[in-house]
């Protein structure tokens, strides 16, 4: 298994959160962005630059991704596209994106889209908090813990 960031929009407390528990478990991990990431000196986390363009991050996570990897975004096209490739997506907010739960997040983004479209102030996401990135940890050791337990 290894771990791919969609990391333009990736908060700095998740990645740091990622950085630790990759280097605590060895597994690999990757940001992708479409500009230059600083990461730790790491042999398990590196940062791959893909160049601008719309989607061209998130295509190349899928290229690169296999069943089983973990994907962190709060992009929902692109977590859509993990779990149709039988991957497993997070996003920052601690949130798992399933197979049942995707259409739900497509359907109110479409209509978002539909409403700011229309001229309708929609807002923002909510400011990140010390719960989501709680929240996120949570998760993530959950998640780690159940795929890097030893074989018995």
Not at 49 to 67: H, K, S, T, W, Y
Not at 119 to 147: C, E, M
């Amino acid at each position: 298994m290894q771990i791919w960031v969609d990391a333009d929009a990736c908060p700095n407390v998740i990645k740091n959160i990622l950085f630790q528990a990759a280097e605590r478990l060895q597994i690999h991990t990757t940001l992708v962005a479409n500009r230059l990431l600083n990461t730790p000196p790491s042999r398990v986390i590196k940062a791959l630059q893909v160049p601008a363009g719309f989607d061209v991050a998130d295509n190349e996570i899928i290229r690169l991704m296999v069943a089983g990897d973990l994907v962190i975004t709060g992009d929902i096209p692109l977590a859509s596209d993990v779990l149709d490739q039988g991957g497993y997506a997070l996003n920052p907010r601690g949130s798992f994106y399933t197979s049942e739960n995707i259409r739900e997040f497509l359907s109110m983004r479409q209509l978002l889209e539909e409403l700011r479209s229309g001229g309708v102030d929609t807002g923002g996401p909510a400011a990140f908090t010390h719960a989501d990135r709680q929240a996120f940890a949570n998760q993530l050791d959950r998640f780690l813990a159940k795929r890097t337990l030893p074989a018995k």
